[in-house]
């Protein structure tokens, strides 16, 4: 439920209008916030209150009022005051507090049951039910997955909230240490680009004002509840393929991933046989730094020999040369599409398959930390 701090700036912001004080205490008598200094134990007069039937009474100089959600009694609040003024008053201030405990309840309802969707934890049937109940309408969303590197703490989370507080139709949650999820109502968002610049203002906000570094990955458009996990999975897929493929990108959309999405899903065993049949045995060793900018400026200006001369500051047939330096060594000539495209694939084979002996490798040596830590 609520903190006792927020029960505590609330009773001082009602005692601050109406000048008078008063002490929240729990259904079972413990001192929960207080305007003033109670010199008298009360715990047994509240307590009585408590188990008697009625929702108010006055006793020694206070008012004892019960504070009842959904008809269950969660507080009992005093009103240290007498006469009818002050009556009315603690009648305001349980108003105030029931109303302000239920919005919360729904709020966290509501955090709860966007985590279960996201999951894709419930079954369709309650998954509506429960989101008429909690007012959660259809619209068309997007998942974004903001992921923290290193230790994700409070400030990120907030810092999300901050953002979109304004906003009632979005929700952010989180379901894990290292990633924050913003579940965007996006009826208002109607191009791609819009939602690119969403992702890079979410980046660039949480590294200037919580200070650290963050990527965000995002899913497609989906217009039903049960369709959000989806988003979720295309947004984590997004992030993951990204940190391969797209290693410089802070956002990366899942349709934007193209090739990358499908060479990711491959076995090792298909990559290993297609490297074999592409390069005919062992992989030659000449990617040194002028050869990769080379070919990497190559395939930016679409095989285009006199743009990538020009931007290399490099003479035409020095590119030719080292083109066909290429040729000779691979068997390829990336000057073709055909050959282009090919080998294209098979670098991006080459990093997928890098990349997941390194995750091999740092999952192995994180458990055998573990064993010795046991």
Excluded: W
């Excluded at 008012?63 to 009556?87: D, Q, R, S």
């Excluded at 304004?166 to 968002?189: G, N």
């Excluded at 200070?211 to 989806?230: Q, S």
């Excluded at 062992?282 to 002028?290: A, L, S, T, Y």
């Amino acid at each position: 439920m609520l903190s006792n701090h927020k029960l505590q700036v609330t009773l001082g912001e009602i005692k601050e209008i109406t000048r008078v004080d008063f002490a929240l205490y729990s259904d079972k008598g413990k001192l929960l916030a207080s305007t003033y200094y109670l010199e008298e134990d009360l715990e047994d007069a509240i307590r009585l209150f408590a188990d008697s039937m009625a929702e108010s009474q006055m006793l020694s100089g206070y008012h004892f009022f019960k504070v009842l959600i959904e008809g269950e009694l969660e507080y009992i609040l005093l009103a240290h005051a007498g006469g009818e003024e002050a009556y009315m008053i603690g009648r305001l201030a349980v108003c105030q507090i029931r109303n302000m405990v239920s919005a919360y309840q729904e709020q966290f309802d509501r955090n709860s049951f966007i985590q279960n969707v996201v999951l894709g934890n419930m079954l369709v049937v309650d998954m509506y039910n429960k989101a008429k109940k909690l007012h959660v309408e259809a619209a068309e969303r997007v998942v974004f997955v903001v992921e923290v590197s290193g230790e994700k703490d409070g400030t990120v989370i907030e810092t999300v909230r901050n953002l979109f507080a304004s906003s009632p139709r979005d929700f952010v949650t989180e379901v894990d240490e290292r990633s924050v999820i913003l579940v965007k109502d996006v009826r208002d968002i109607s191009s791609d680009e819009e939602l690119q610049r969403l992702a890079k203002m979410l980046v660039d906000n949480l590294q200037s004002e919580a200070l650290v570094k963050v990527r965000a990955g995002y899913g497609n458009r989906v217009e039903l509840l049960p369709d959000i996990a989806r988003s979720y999975q295309e947004a984590k897929m997004a992030l993951e393929v990204g940190r391969i493929f797209y290693a410089d990108s802070e956002t990366v959309s899942y349709s934007k991933l193209g090739i990358g999405r499908l060479i990711y899903q491959i076995p090792a065993n298909l990559c290993e046989m297609f490297l074999r049949e592409v390069f005919g045995g062992k992989i030659p060793d000449i990617f040194d730094e002028e050869t990769t900018v080379t070919i990497n400026k190559f395939f930016e200006n679409n095989l285009n020999i006199s743009e990538t001369a020009r931007q290399l500051y490099v003479h035409r047939n020095t590119l030719v040369y080292r083109l066909e330096r290429i040729q000779k060594i691979l068997g390829l000539d990336i000057r073709t599409f055909e050959d282009a495209m090919l080998f294209k694939i098979a670098l991006m084979v080459i990093a997928h398959m890098s990349y997941q002996k390194n995750l091999t490798r740092q999952r192995e040596k994180e458990e055998n930390e573990k064993r010795r830590n046991i």
